[in-house]
């Protein structure tokens, strides 16, 4: 079996960056991905700041900290990587979810339903 090199991450939510703030502290080339520029560009930040913080509490030297941000890679979803496609096997979870209908929080349907925010009616007296 190859040695692991290069780590995708899918979606640039709080889960996603922290998968990739720590893949790239590791030492993995890290590509994250999301349909959402804004999210892609809020994820590097909140890895950039993370990654300084940690230098300014003495947990990372300035030179880990540029290193590990050097290694992640943000390319919004559908745009090619440099890295060539690879047969994935899926995963039977995501397969079934994906059938369903169940594409995520950004499509409103994922593990999870996520309902609308109430709108609160105009008549309404408060209390």
Known sequence: MPAIRTVAVIG??????SIAHATALAGYRTILKDILPAT?????????????????TVCLSREQADAALARVESV??????EEPRREVPALPLMVQYVRAGRLGRKAGRGVFEYPE???KSAGAKKS
């Open 12 to 17: 640039a939510g709080v889960m996603g960056r």
């Open 76 to 81: 919004p979803a559908g745009v090619p990587t």
């Open 117 to 119: 925010p109430a709108q």
């Open 40 to 56: 892609l560009c809020k994820a590097e930040d909140e890895i950039r700041g993370t990654l300084l913080e940690s230098v300014r």
